[in-house]
C-alpha cells in the first residue's frame, strides 16, 4: 500500500493517532528490559494491543541506536513486523535526517530500502538539497521540520525575515519543493497558532506531523481546528511518552495502561472532530 491509500484508510477507520514508538530501555522496570530484544518484544505488545486504534507508528531511531547492534536490531524487526502483520498502518521513522548530495541518497536508501519505513522527518536546515534525495522516492512520504514543539525552537523558528518569520519561509520553500506531492511538515502541538498560519499558506495538500500532545501540553482541540482539512484529514497527532510510558504513573501494567491511554487520546479526538463537525 502507498502512504496515501494508508491515511485514507485510517481516516475511514476514524483514527489519525501516531502512536510513538519512543522505547527508551532505562524507563522499564528491571522485568521489561530481560529477554532477548526487549525494545522488539514491548514494541510487538504495543502494536498487537493498539494497531486497531493507529494511523501510524513512529520510531524514534535515537532510542535504537543507543543501545548498539541490539537495538537496531529491534528497530529493524519492529518496521517489518508492522509491515507484515498491519500493512494499513504507516511506519514513520524519527530521525531528522539533513545532509547533501550522497550522504542524503544513503539516509534515504537506508530508511526506505534497508529498513522499509514508509515515512521519514527530515531537517531541512541545509535547503532543499538535504530534501530532494528522500522525495525522490516517490512512494514513500517525507515529513520535513517546520515549527517544532522544543521550548528554544522560537529563538531559531520564529527569526523574523524582511517579510515573515522564518518558520513560515521554510514551509513555503518546502511546498515550492513538493515535485512529487509526498512532502510533508512537521508542527508542535504546542504551537496551534503557528499551524493555523502555515495552513493558510500552504492549504492542505502537505500532510502535517504534530508531535507535542500529551506530555508536553499541546493543545489538541486547536490543533484539530487550524491543522485538519473539512473530511477531518491531512494530520497525524503523534503521543509517544504519554501512551508508552502511561503506566509510570497508574498502578495498570504497560499494556493495560497504554491501551487506555490510546482509548482516551481516541476519544478525545473523536469527541473534538465531532464538535467540529469534520466526521
Request: aromatic content about 8%; proline content about 5%.
Amino acid at each position: 500500500m502507498q502512504w496515501k491509500d494508508k491515511l485514507i484508510g485510517s481516516l475511514e477507520r476514524r483514527t489519525i493517532l501516531c502512536i510513538g514508538l519512543d522505547t527508551d530501555l532505562e524507563k522499564f522496570p528491571p522485568h521489561l528490559r530481560e529477554g532477548i530484544l526487549p525494545q522488539f518484544e514491548r514494541n510487538r505488545e504495543l502494536i498487537d494491543a493498539t494497531a486497531g486504534m493507529a494511523a501510524a507508528y513512529k520510531l524514534n531511531q535515537a532510542f535504537y541506536e543507543v543501545q548498539g547492534i541490539d537495538g537496531v536490531t529491534a528497530m529493524e524487526r519492529t518496521i517489518s513486523y508492522i509491515n507484515r502483520e498491519y500493512p494499513d498502518v504507516l511506519v514513520i521513522l524519527d530521525s531528522k535526517k539533513g545532509d547533501i548530495g550522497n550522504t542524503s541518497r544513503a539516509y534515504a536508501r537506508a530508511a526506505f530500502e534497508k529498513l522499509g519505513a514508509g515515512s521519514i522527518t527530515v531537517n531541512a536546515y541545509m535547503g532543499k538539497d538535504a530534501v530532494i534525495p528522500f522525495s525522490e522516492h516517490k512512494e514513500k512520504l517525507v515529513f520535513v521540520l517546520c515549527r517544532t514543539s522544543n521550548p528554544a525552537a522560537g529563538e531559531v523558528q520564529n527569526t523574523p525575515s524582511p517579510e515573515e518569520p522564518l518558520f513560515l519561509r521554510m514551509a513555503r520553500m518546502i511546498s515550492g519543493w513538493n515535485e512529487h506531492g509526498n512532502l510533508g511538515l512537521v508542527i508542535g502541538a504546542t504551537y496551534p497558532e503557528e499551524l493555523r498560519m502555515v495552513r493558510d499558506l500552504v492549504g492542505f495538500e502537505m500532510p502535517v506531523l504534530v508531535p507535542g500532545v500529551g506530555a508536553q501540553g499541546g493543545d489538541l482541540n486547536k490543533v484539530l481546528q487550524y491543522g485538519t482539512d473539512p473530511c477531518g484529514g491531512g494530520l497525524l497527532i503523534n503521543v509517544s511518552r504519554g501512551i508508552m510510558f502511561s503506566f509510570l504513573k497508574s498502578d495498570l501494567d504497560y499494556i493495560t495502561s497504554a491501551s487506555k491511554a490510546v482509548g482516551e487520546y481516541t476519544s478525545s479526538i473523536n469527541r473534538i472532530m465531532k464538535d467540529l463537525r469534520r466526521w
